[in-house]
Structure formats: C-alpha cells, structure tokens
C-alpha cells in the first residue's frame, strides 16, 4: 500500500496527458510516470483484445506487478505493442494499483477483391498489392494499394484508369476489401519528335529507342506504351549510339511525354544535341605497377588511333587490360581511361592508366526486385562471389550479362559499405518482365519442297519456373508438310557456364510421287570461348521413311508399281515417271542416321532483331557412322557480315557467304540421294527447292550434289512514308552460287548431268516484316544465269531465315 501511494503521489504531483506519435500517424495518450521516481503496481489489466490473448500483450508490455517501473518503461511498451501490428490504438494508464493497458485491434482483411479489370488478372494484381488475406488493414495501406494498381495501368497504356477502394464489413473485426477497377481506353502515342539531330533522321534514331509510335498494329505489337522509366532506358539507347559512333559529347537536353487529355495520346518530344565527331588520337598504356610492362599491354587495346572514337571500344579495352593484369596476379589493379579532346581536329587521344587499387572485398551480394527469377539465376552471371576480391570491370560484365538474359527491364548495381572498411555489399536491384511468348507465323510458298500456304506457331518460355532455362515447344506446317519439334535448353548445366540441352522433332513431307517421314533428337552441349566465340558439340539421331504415294504404289508394298513397257513386249517400266537413283533411294527405307556435330559460332552482331554491324558465322562438321546406316562426314559454314552503309537515311549492306560439302567413307563411299546436299532459297533465290544442280538426265528429276558455294550481296533500307513502327523494311539483292558433285551408288540405267561447277545467279527484291508474328520476308527473284535442267521459281514468301 505504501507503494501504492508513493506511486499516487508522484502522479499527482507530475502527472500530465503526454501525446506520442508512432508509425501510421496514430495519436497514443497514457500517463506519464516520473523518471525521478519508480512506481510499481500489483496487476496489470488488458482491455479491448478481442483476437488477441491478454497474455501476449502482457508479455509485450514487460512491466511485472511488483517491480519498479518507469515512464520510459511505459514508452517502450507502447512502442512494442505498435509494432507488432496489430493495433490501431494503444493506451496505458494507472488505475488504483492497475496498470490498465487499452488497445483497439486492427481489422483483419479476410479477402481481397478485384472487380472490372480485364487487362491484368488477378493473379498480378495481388502480388501488387500490400492488403493481403489474413493480414491488418489500413486506410494508407488500402490507398497506397490502389495507386499500386493505377502504376501498373499506366505502365500498360491506360493513363486514364481509376481505381476506387472500399471496405466491406463482415463483423467481428474482419472486412473484405475490394478495387473496383475502371480500365479505361488505351492511351496512345500519336508522335515521337526528335529535335537537334542533324548527322541521323528522326527515322534512324526512332529505331534505336524501344517506344514507339502507335499504328494499327499496336495491339500486337504493345511497343506504343508511354512510361517514364522505359523513356529513361530509351535516353540511355540513345546514348550509346552516339558515343559508339564518335559523338563524344553528346547529351540529351531534354526528354518528355505531353498528353493530350482531350485524345488521350502522348506526344514524345527527345530534344538533344549531337556535338562534333571525334576519331582516336594518340593511344597509349601506363602503369603505376613497376613489374607490369607497358608494352606487351598495347595488344589488349580495342581503340586503335584513327579509328572512329567508341564509347564500347573504350569499355572493351578496360576489361582486357584489367583482366590481363589480374591474370599476372594484381587481382586489385584498376585501369582508369584518361581522354584529352582536341577541339580542333577532332580527335581524342587516351591513356589508360593501370594502378594497384585498394583492397576491398565483396562482402555479400544482395538481390531485389526477382519475385519469379530464381537468386542463383542471377548470381551465376557474376563472376565474383562473397569473400573474393571487389572488381569494377567483372560488376559491369555482370550487369550486361544480366541485361542480355532477356528476364529484366532493368538492371542495377549499387554499392554500400560493408562491416569493416575493406567490404563491400553489392545490391543488385532488378525489374522483372515477362518471359514468355506466343507467336504464329503464315507463309506461302510457289512450288519448292512443301508448295502452297503454310502455318506456324510456337509457345516459348525463356526463364522456365524462373530458373532461367529455355523451353519451347512448335507445331507447324500446310497441305503437304508437318512439323512438331519440342526443345529444351539447361544454360548452366552443374553449376558452369555450359549450356545443355535437347531438341525432339517429327517432321513429314509429301512430295509428287512420295511421302517421307522424319523422326529423331539431338543432345546437345554449348561451351562459351570467349564473349563472342562459342562452340557446341551434339549427338544426334534420326530415323527417316520414304514411301511412294497411291498413284505410284496401289497395293501399298512400298515399292512402285510396274507396268508393261510399250517399247520393249515382255518388259515393265515404273508405272510413275521416277528417277532410279529415288526409286532405290525409297526402296533402301526406313534408314537411320548416328553422327556426332561439333559447331564453332562467332558472333558480334549489334541487335540480333535489327541488325545493322557485326558478324555471324558458323561452322559445322558432322560425322555419321555411329551406329547407323550413314557413314559420311559433313563439312558445312555459312557467314554474314552487316555493315551501316548510311546512318543518316539507314541503309544496311549485307554479304553472305557460304559452303559446303559432303564425303561417304567406309568401303561403300557412295552416299543415298538423301544425304546431298540439295539446292534451296538459303543458297539463291529465284530456283525451285532442289531445282538446280546434279539430276538425272532421263526424268529431270534433281538428285543433289556433294559440293556447294553460295554468295550473296544485299542493301536493306526504310520504306518511304510507312512509319518505322511499323517494322517494314525493303532490299534489294544479287545472289550466286553453285551444287554439283554426285556420289549416288551406281544404279542401273541412271545417267547424271549437271555434275560440273556451274554458276548460277540471280537478282531481285524483297520485303522485310518485323511482325508480331516473327520476321516474315517476301521476295522477288529473277535469275540472270542459269543451266539446263534448272527449275525457276520467282516468287517466296515465308519466315525469315536471317541467319
């Protein structure tokens, strides 16, 4: 009791209504305790608690009946009591020898609706949101949660959406909350304006940012979506070009979206200046390092002096020196670029400067923004781990990687200080995007192997269960073909940088006279060499039926009917105008092949869905034997080289050139007619498939050959007046190439011409489509030379084959 009192007469004498203000904004009274002096009561009473026990809040509380406490014992009890969540008010107060602690509960949200929204499901519209099933509402977080809801809108092009919130309820301190969802119209963009470009068009810098201007095929395309942070990344685009292109002093004034309310459509206006154009002066290497030589460095460098200046040449060159030194064991050296511009002959001259960097070591790699991505996916594309030695250059490296997978819209990396002066804390912050795709393609072909219109479509996912593997799965095909074929693609098989993967395939074709059937699979392993050199190595087997069609084989024996020949009494003929060499290649069916492939691929194309510089190339050697019935070795390459041949109007020059050939091995050299090469558009346009090279001279049909070379020289250009966004683009081409060699076994009666080198050529026109479908092309050949026996095909059209 005298404790009691002690404690009554403290209040009375200092007592006073205290105001606290805690997280969420909400107002806490209690009464204030005397720090002079202690106070200690002999219960302490819960009021308010409806879900939660008495005794949890007690034990938040921490004051004990019997001890003394303070008036900061009674601040920190309020402050745990918040923080737990659970309560929208929280009142201690001194009652007689109580402690009375009132507190009101937050509703608990039972479920959380959306209603009117089409464009974006449910599903994506929960994970958005912060309210969830069985968690507390608020009122902040309820509207915090609606404009959750208008963002994404926004960044799908419906500026104009609403979103309304409202609570249902449901009694006993639960309630539904529901977003009603107005979804609104699209909201387009009706021009994209550059201004200050003088050394590019409009048109050319248009190709280089992702927004684009809307047009009717917008709605398949979804590229004519405004968003800030896609503008940003798109004033980045821009950057790049023009530093990549000598324009070191390049800057952008300006870049915004005004929305005309009245239309709802932006109007996008990137206002830069361009600056002179500089080419490499004087390139040189020091070092700070005593036993680093200078000299042996110069190799590494990708800026050459007289070169137009490259931001990316710059970059390149950084990577390769500093991994150059780290490879003589300085695993801290920094190389720093110093440039020293020349105003007036427009050079830039520079010095890379190699110095022993700090020590600092990558604490630990924090991960953001991957609520579907897997944390190893990204992690792997580092080549540094926690505890090893912090380098810019390999972060940098990590970054693009990143971008290149495809899986983000954006990707950064920051640093923060770690726990002791030499760490570092990598916090890598990501964006997700969607992954998967769904396309069908049509086509129609004049002649060739599968005359006549033709369908494909495909289902690819490129971060399967967000573990960053590939599958797709194709079907395709049109009145005398079909394709189905499944493929699937490990990019880091056992932890490394090897990407395994396999593809199953069926495949069947009618021809005039005879239907064939292919079904087999491919295991296969990629190795990358350097970043621009992979190599591949596969095994595969397939398994190959020919039979002759009704009108060649009635009684369906797989072999071709005979009937009485009228030039010889007693004698038969095939009742069906066949080549022998087709006729035993059907009759030797069903045939399997076994080989082993090995492919060397070199790549430094700019875009691969635009491409305007770089080289693709590869080469492959497949060697049949394994098993089998095929015993050949294959030898096969094909490269293209782009080069910009006008930036200002956008033209494109493409060379293309290609070969092949094909050797039997064994006791048996010769080879079926299956296994020739056989002449298709890939080769030269304006032929038949298989209309040129090696045939037999009786029926004209073509047998293939063992030996081919083919060239080919092309100008892609803008169409006039059709808007960029549109993705149309022509070309004009010139083609040559030839198919000859013929190792069919010998066959009796069989007479083969056209086994000589011969050159064909042709010229023609094309059209280019970037459609939502894939990349279509037509084209228009007309051939300028060509032999006897050739069959003329001028017009194809199809899915682009670009490399």
Same mark, same amino acid.
């Given at each position: 009791m005298k404790a009691a009192s002690n404690f009554l007469s403290a209040v009375s004498a200092a007592a006073l209504s205290a105001s606290l203000v805690v997280p969420g904004a909400v107002a806490v009274q209690f009464a204030s305790v005397s720090a002079a002096s202690a106070a200690v009561v002999s219960s302490i009473q819960v009021r308010g608690n409806q879900r939660v026990d008495a005794q949890?809040?007690?034990?938040?509380?921490?004051?004990?009946?019997?001890?003394?406490?303070?008036?900061?014992?009674?601040?920190?009890?309020?402050?745990?009591?918040?923080?737990?969540? +659970?309560?929208?008010?929280?009142?201690?107060?001194?009652?007689?020898?109580?402690?009375?602690?009132?507190?009101?509960?937050?509703?608990?949200?039972?479920?959380?609706?959306?209603?009117?929204?089409?464009?974006?499901?449910d599903a994506q519209l929960s994970g958005m949101v912060q309210l969830k099933p069985r968690g507390t509402f608020s009122n902040a977080t309820m509207e915090a949660d609606a404009e959750a809801i208008r963002e994404a809108y926004r960044r799908i092009g419906r500026n104009d959406a609403n979103v309304n919130a409202r609570v249902m309820d449901l009694g006993e301190n639960r309630v539904n909350v529901v977003f009603e969802v107005n979804e609104g119209e699209r909201t387009k963009i009706a021009a994209i304006n550059f201004v200050g470009n003088n050394a590019f068009s409009s048109r050319r810098l248009a190709d280089v940012i992702?927004?684009?201007?809307?047009?009717?095929?917008?709605?398949?395309?979804?590229?004519?979506?405004?968003?800030?942070?896609?503008?940003?990344?798109?004033?980045?685009?821009?950057?790049?070009?023009?530093?990549?292109?000598?324009?070191? $002093?390049?800057?952008?004034?300006?870049?915004?979206?005004?929305l005309d309310e009245a239309s709802n459509t932006y109007t996008v206006t990137i206002t830069l200046e361009e600056g002179d154009r500089y080419t490499f002066g004087d390139v040189s290497v020091e070092s700070s390092i005593p036993d680093v030589n200078t000299a042996e460095l110069q190799s590494q460098l990708k800026t050459k002096p007289g070169a137009v200046y490259s931001a990316k040449n710059v970059e390149d060159s950084i990577i390769a020196l500093t991994e150059e030194v780290a490879g003589k064991g300085y695993a801290f050296a920094q190389v720093t670029p110093r440039g020293d511009r020349n105003f007036e002959n427009h050079t830039i001259s520079v010095v890379y400067t190699v110095d022993q960097g700090a020590k600092a070591y990558v604490e630990r790699i924090e991960i953001r923004g991957n609520d579907r991505t897997r944390d190893y996916v990204i992690r792997r594309e580092f080549d540094v781990s926690e505890g090893d030695a912090f380098n810019q250059v390999l972060i940098q490296r990590a970054k693009k990687r990143l971008e290149n997978l495809g899986f983000f819209e954006s990707v950064q990396i920051a640093t923060a200080p770690g726990s002791e002066p030499d760490q570092v804390v990598l916090v890598v912050d990501v964006v997700e995007k969607s992954t998967g795709e769904f396309s069908i393609g049509a086509g129609y072909t004049s002649g060739g192997e599968t005359p006549g219109p033709s369908v494909e479509g495909s289902i690819t996912e490129r971060n399967?269960?967000?573990?960053?593997?590939?599958?797709?799965?194709?079907?395709?095909?049109?009145?005398?073909?079909?394709?189905?074929?499944?493929?699937?693609?490990?990019?880091?098989?056992?932890?490394?940088?090897?990407?395994a993967g396999f593809d199953i395939y069926r495949q069947t074709r009618t021809f005039d006279k005879y239907e064939s059937e292919l079904n087999g699979g491919t295991v296969r392993f990629g190795l990358p060499i350097t970043e621009a050199l992979s190599t591949q190595l596969a095994y595969n087997y397939t398994q190959e039926k020919y039979?002759?069609?009704?009108?060649? $084989?009635a009684n369906g024996d797989g072999q071709i009917d005979q009937k009485p020949?009228?030039?010889?009494?007693?004698?038969?003929?095939?009742?069906?105008?066949?080549?022998?060499?087709?006729?035993?290649?059907?009759?030797?069916?069903?045939?399997?092949?076994?080989?082993?492939?090995?492919?060397?691929?070199?790549?430094?194309?700019?875009?691969?869905?635009?491409?305007?510089?770089?080289?693709?190339?590869?080469?492959?050697?497949?060697?049949?034997?394994?098993?089998?019935?095929?015993?050949?070795?294959?030898?096969?390459?094909?490269?293209?080289y782009y080069h910009t041949l006008s930036e200002e109007y956008d033209i494109v020059g493409l060379a293309t050139v290609g070969g092949g050939h094909v050797q039997g091995y064994g006791s048996e050299k010769n080879l079926r007619i299956f296994d020739h090469f056989q002449g298709t558009d890939r080769m030269i346009r304006g032929f038949e498939w298989g209309g040129f090279g090696p045939y037999d +001279?009786?029926?004209?049909?073509? +047998?293939?050959?063992?030996?081919?070379?083919?060239?080919? +020289?092309?100008?892609?250009?803008?169409?006039?007046?059709?808007?960029?966004?549109?993705?149309?683009?022509?070309?004009?081409?010139?083609?040559?190439?030839?198919?000859?060699?013929?190792?069919?076994?010998?066959?009796?009666?069989?007479?083969?011409?056209?086994?000589?080198?011969?050159?064909?050529?042709?010229?023609?026109?094309?059209?280019?489509?970037?459609?939502?479908?894939?990349?279509?092309?037509?084209?228009?050949?007309?051939?300028?030379?060509?032999?006897?026996g050739d069959v003329v095909q001028n017009f194809n059209f199809g899915i682009s084959t670009r490399f």
């Open positions: 949890t809040i007690r034990d938040y509380v921490a004051i004990k009946p019997g001890k003394a406490f303070s008036n900061a014992d009674i601040d920190e009890a309020v402050k745990r009591l918040f923080a737990t969540g +659970l309560f929208s008010d929280v009142r201690i107060n001194q009652a007689g020898s109580a402690l009375v602690v009132q507190v009101s509960e937050l509703q608990v949200v039972n479920q959380v609706l959306f209603q009117g929204n089409k464009k974006i499901k992702s927004t684009k201007k809307s047009t009717i095929l917008s709605f398949l395309m979804r590229d004519d979506v405004y968003d800030e942070q896609r503008l940003r990344a798109d004033e980045e685009a821009l950057r790049r070009f023009y530093y990549n292109r000598g324009y070191a $002093d390049f800057r952008i004034i300006s870049a915004s979206g005004e399967f269960l967000g573990r960053g593997q590939y599958i797709r799965f194709s079907a395709g095909g049109g009145k005398r073909s079909r394709d189905f074929s499944l493929s699937f693609t490990e990019p880091y098989f056992l932890g490394r940088r090897i990407a039979k002759f069609r009704d009108g060649c $084989d020949d009228p030039d010889n009494p007693g004698s038969t003929i095939p009742v069906c105008d066949v080549s022998q060499g087709i006729i035993e290649g059907v009759n030797e069916s069903p045939w399997t092949k076994s080989s082993v492939s090995g492919t060397i691929l070199y790549n430094t194309i700019d875009d691969m869905k635009n491409p305007h510089s770089g080289i693709y190339a590869t080469m492959t050697t497949e060697v049949a034997g394994v098993g089998g019935d095929a015993k050949f070795v294959k030898v096969t390459g094909r490269g293209n +001279l009786d029926t004209g049909d073509h +047998l293939g050959g063992t030996t081919y070379f083919n060239a080919s +020289l092309e100008a892609q250009f803008p169409l006039p007046v059709i808007p960029e966004s549109f993705g149309l683009r022509g070309a004009v081409f010139a083609d040559a190439a030839t198919l000859y060699g013929n190792k069919i076994a010998p066959v009796s009666g069989l007479t083969v011409a056209g086994t000589d080198m011969e050159w064909r050529a042709s010229v023609g026109a094309g059209l280019i489509w970037a459609s939502p479908f894939g990349p279509l092309r037509i084209d228009y050949a007309v051939p300028v030379v060509k032999k006897d």
